[in-house]
């Protein structure tokens, strides 16, 4: 049986929907037992804990072959990441007390950087404080996601246009889809290993702000334009996409890393897991979700 985090979205839901494929059972954590009823349906254990409560996220742990965790997204941190810090903090406490046999966790592209990673910076965070665990750890670095472009499908639609941060706009980014990640999580929770292990994983093949825009104008039977947004617009462009005042500049900092080469893949002593979900079919279930939605 499998613990797992984060169930209720897309990368924990995606592990889970291979874990059951493959006929294994799984203990889903969640905070409100009333979003995973439809795991419950399938045969899951729900186990109610909140990822700040130590005693109750290493009840969840204990008995489970191994745990899938990860930290919730948090796009516009405090000045040092206190949030993600505290939670942590009753990662390791948690860990430390259950001590199950071995541990998956989403990371991120750029994860052993030290420096210069922006909203990265919980994923280095999360490598620093849970790694040196007596227990084996898998960290899954995976690439920029390919449904965080579900942002361009309304201005595609009603301006033709994408305004993409990453450039130049035919430069080409590693790019991965959530169920990709998630199968790479649960072939490798179902692995024995010992020792920590850095998972690089990346989609089919790599993609620019150009090739997004070509995959919504093929969803979308019309003609988009990737626009790029200059620098020194970004702050009021994220304030404009809702983001808080005085809070954009982890996420620059991280755009300003993918951009300058300084967030990549190929980092030497890593594994690298290659995805097959391509970003055509992404971008058009991410249009048929808006189509259903409006």
């Not at 984060?6 to 889970?16: D, F, P, Q, S, Y």
């Not at 037992?33 to 742990?61: C, H, M, Q, T, Y």
């Not at 001590?99 to 999360?126: D, F, M, N, R």
């Amino acid at each position: 049986m499998y613990a797992i985090m984060g169930i209720t979205g897309k990368v924990g839901g995606a592990i889970a929907e291979n874990l059951l494929a493959q006929g294994e059972k799984i203990r889903a954590i969640v905070r409100n037992p009333e979003k995973a009823a439809r795991w419950r349906d399938r045969g899951a254990e729900i186990v109610v804990a909140d990822g700040d409560d130590p005693n109750a996220l290493a009840s969840a742990f204990e008995g489970a072959d191994g745990v899938f965790l990860m930290v919730p997204p948090n796009f516009a941190p405090a000045s040092d990441f206190p949030e993600i810090r505290k939670t942590l903090a009753s990662y390791r406490a948690a860990l430390a007390k259950a001590l199950p046999k071995k541990a998956v966790y989403l990371s991120s592209i750029g994860g052993e950087q030290a420096s210069g990673l922006g909203l990265i910076t919980g994923s280095h965070l999360l490598e620093q404080t849970l790694g040196d665990l007596p227990i084996a750890h898998a960290f899954l670095r995976a690439g920029w996601f390919m449904e965080n472009h579900a942002w361009d499908v309304t201005t595609a639609q009603s301006e033709g246009k994408i305004f993409s941060n990453l450039y130049p706009l035919d430069r080409k980014f590693s790019l991965v889809a959530t169920a990709d990640i998630g199968k790479a999580g649960a072939d490798v929770l179902r692995q024995e290993w010992t020792g920590t292990r850095y998972i690089e994983v990346a989609g089919p093949e790599q993609y620019s702000p150009n090739d997004i825009a070509r995959a919504l104008s093929g969803a979308l039977g019309r003609s988009i334009e990737a626009v790029a947004v200059p620098r020194e617009k970004w702050t009021e462009f994220f304030i404009g996409q809702g983001m808080p005042e005085g809070r954009t500049e982890p996420r620059a900092e991280m755009v300003d890393g993918f951009n300058s080469g300084w967030i990549h893949f190929g980092v030497p002593g890593t594994e690298h897991i290659t995805g097959a979900t391509s970003l055509t079919s992404v971008i058009a279930k991410l249009v048929a979700n808006e189509s259903d939605e409006a």
